[in-house]
């Protein structure tokens, strides 16, 4: 193991998380870096110290530490200028918050999300995949990302929400600006521009549903917003804009990570048509091997504090890697293996604690019904180019998800 001093002379440079070949592979750099030790220095954003967690045991406890703030407008400068008054449409909801408000904020929106609301969506969500997939079947060969894994959970989430799904490419152009953490003048502009966007949209949207309510979920709140008074219009688009986003940045790289694990392994793939009941198992396999959240969002410590005998100097960004955690030798046996039938698998894709992923009901629902139903109606579906021409996001966002999935059938 390096001391402390060997590791801050070796800080990792931003562009660990961000090149193309980490894009490619990030799991074996994270190995190599886990070796090293649990918790590394790392240059980003500039001006602000920051440490990469990378070994299961560290990051769990890292999601859930009460020292480990996630409220933006009290952290250091450059950390606000993305997250706080540099980014206000995301600013206010529970995931940039700490109890109480955090405790008020999510309470809110989880009536919407109990599990009996989610699996009375069931219907609905099979509906939407069988006419997605009665699209793709007639072609014979499809991008399974842009004709169905995103398709399926933004319908779902706007349907939830109550806002038309036509909207759905100025959507996705928002939520890609507003997760995309750069930090110089053009990027800064076009946040900017789609905070305004996005909120003119929900203010008028809310304006609607005030005058005349419906059966959605942004009726719901703004009835929670005027008869109680439990949440601010700041607030109030802020939550909005986050299950906007959440809902499809994430189960979109679920369905298509997933995918590309079953082709990439054939025995996997015909020990689940042959035991469909693995189902929910191989959905969890999917989250943790190739989980869509490569990193989880920004902590940073509101005290002087330890993290595996490292010190983080008060104010520092801390940065769990999902990714990596999920592929910690010490936490999972032959981590590097898909294994559909894996017992115990206590990942954290969702996260972990009090931030633990609202939508992971809905999203596990979208992931069984997707997987069951592209399975049973394109019995033999195959990757459309050679492996290695796929290509990995790399926008220095937290997501980990393809390009393009090419599939035939
Ligand atoms: C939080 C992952 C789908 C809504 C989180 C977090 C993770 C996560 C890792 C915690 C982040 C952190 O602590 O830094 C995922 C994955 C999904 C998924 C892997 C799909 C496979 C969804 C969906 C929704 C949703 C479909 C709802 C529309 C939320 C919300 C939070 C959250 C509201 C904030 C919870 C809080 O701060 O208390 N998600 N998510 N997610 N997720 Fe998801």
Redesign the pocket.
Known sequence: HLTEGDRMSQKLPVEFVVNPEFGRDPYAAYAALREKGPVHPIEFPPGVDGFLVVDYEHGRRA?NDPRLS?NPFEGPEAFRAILGQGNPVLAH???N?DPPD?TRL?RL?SKA?TPRRTESLRPRVQEITDRLIDAMAVKGHADLLDDFAFPL?IT??CE?LGVPVEDRDDFRQWSTTLITPQFDDEQALRRVEANTAIRAYFVQTVAERRAEPREDMISALVAARDEEELLSENELVSTLT??LI???E??V??IGNGMLALLANPGQLRLLRERPELLPSAIEEF?RYE???ER????FSTDDLEIAGVHIPKCSLVH?S?GAADRDPGAFEDPDTLDITRADNRH?????????????P???L??QIAFGTLLRRLPDIALGCPPDELSWRQDGSLIRGLRALPVRF
């Open positions: 999601l996630k909801n529970m995931l918050s955090h999510r929106v999300f959970p779902v989430i939830l986050l299950l959440a809902g499809h994430t189960t790289n679920l989250l989980g869509p959240v989880a969002t920004f902590r769990v999902l954290v894709a969702f996260g972990h604690g009090v931030h633990f992923c609202l939508g992971a809905l999203a596990r979208e992931a």
